[in-house]
């Protein structure tokens, strides 16, 4: 196909270079969505008569069919998607199909496929990311939630905190997550079709009228941008990257978790396995693979970056070895979201038996300078008394109450060092580690998730008008004189 004006056929070599076909089929839906609504516009606007118009339509809504059964295998000869669509019409309504390319170019067509893919791709994320942050506050919320756990800085021993506000908190990660994928999806506003192959068209295209039956607000104010823009992919797969990182830390934390060392994470049977030698084995590999997509998820981003830098304005096929990038991440992320919602839901959080490490010194330190001792004073003061308490291999909590006496007199009202389990309590300060501090966090992580679950149920009701808008017959339009612009007339089809 397309080599009319070469002596001969692309060497083979080029072509399986060439070829795009495999990434492809993810852009399948959108290329017919696309090329129905270009069909419709070419119809109403008289640039196609609209009996053409009509056929193109029910040959591609065919072809919609074909495509949801998973019959309709792209051929690697035609090199993509766009070239498979055309050539499948083509064979299917006859001569009307060769019309449908009119005043378009793939570099508009692949760019308005990204967008249009790219929106549900995101749609899914925002999903997947609340279903995780709800999973998070689902066993935050219960029993399991009230466990007191030492929290680590340095990976040693800090300040004991709920396993409520540990998962509470994961969870604000993914909701945050959540709200730059949609950030992303609601500034896909400005529609490429019609841009052509850079320069826009000499024929009365009506490019408002696309991008409003495909969801956009309106076309994209340059034709030059709109064929090289790929900002948003590149948003996404940042906002993947850093999804990617947030996703490692906690299952870095459910890895360590489950170590007998620490015995805070009990992964459920169906989210562990063994070994193949060793048969006491029940490893968190489902974890450490989730740990390990983070970097895959970084080497998108950076890799996509690398082939935009330096490419001049307009397309230019490097713009191709883009795609895949995108669609794996967002595969591979969307993957990882749904091993996680479930493996948080049944994982088991457990109180240590025995809490390791000596914690709880700030609190004395608070104490004493409510009593009007300088901070400073205060903290040297425990750093010593912590000091020989350690060479006598004794800690806090092992002082009598007249040893605090003598140590702490200012301290009239603490007759022992607070145990690790009413540690916790103590810090009331607004997101501190107290129940009173944590109930509004988990309180905002159910608004949050539930808002965003809301406006992904919102936008796909939309989507779905707007297909539906397009099993209206195609009829010819009357276009307003000042959208017709100076745009010469179209030639009258026979
Ligand atoms: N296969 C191309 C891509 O995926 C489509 C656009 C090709 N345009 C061109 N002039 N060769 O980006």
Redesign the pocket.
Known sequence: MLRERFSAPLDRSALALSD?TEEDTALLRADLWGSRVHARMLGETGIVPVRSARRIDAGLRALERRAARGQLPLTPEL??V?LNVERELTRRIGRDGERLHTGRS??DQ?ATDLLLWLREALLDLEEGCARVALALRERAASPQGRSVVTGWTHLQPAQRVYVAQILGTHALRFLRDAERFRSVRERLTDSPLGSGALAGSSLPLDRRRTARLLGFSRPSPSSLDAVSDRDAALEALSNLALLGVHVSSLAEELVLGSMPQVGRVRLADPFVTTSSLMPHKRNPDLAELLRAESGPALGRLVAHLALLKGLPLA?N?D??TG?PLLFDGVDRALRGLAVLAPMLSTAEFLAPKEHVGETGSVEVVDALVGAGVPFRQAHRRLARELHRLERAHRTLRELSPREWQQRFPELEGWRAHPSPESEPELRRTEGGSARESVRPLLAEVGRRARRAARAVRAERSRLLRLQQALNVPIQRRRRSAARAGRSPRPHRAR
Request: zero cysteines; glycine letters at 0%.
């Open positions: 795009s090199e993509d766009h793939r570099n692949v397309y096929r713009l191709q795609k």
